[in-house]
């Protein structure tokens, strides 16, 4: 049992040094998750993820996933861009 609790204070550690150095330690939990998301999305299917790829993926209500877009739009970490595919959605980018 030490060991096995060892090893979860050795990656939260290291989970804080990423997020220090990603400049997203001050991330509250939403904002944290939706941001796992997004980059989780994106990197397993090649291409930019749009909001209904977060309501789906993250967990959150679709209201939640709104409202933190709209934090990381306004503290300058993602942008939305109008799909050119589906003019209802919106694809989240990185800045």
């Known amino acids: 049992m030490k060991t096995f609790l ?8 290291m989970l804080g040094s990423l997020e220090n150095e990603l400049a997203i330690k001050d991330f509250k939990a939403n904002e944290k998750k939706v941001f796992y998301t997004i980059v989780t999305h994106q990197e397993s299917s090649g291409h930019p993820c749009n909001i209904s ?5 993250s967990g959150l209500s679709r ?7 709209k934090k990381l739009v306004s ?6 861009e109008q799909s050119r595919d589906d003019k209802r959605e919106f694809l989240i980018k990185f800045c």
Do not use: M, Q
């Open 75 to 80: 503290g300058n970490i993602i942008e939305l």
């Open 63 to 69: 209201s939640s996933v709104y409202k933190t877009l």
């Open 6 to 13: 060892s090893d979860i204070n050795d990656a939260l550690t």
């Open 53 to 57: 790829d977060v309501v789906e993926n």
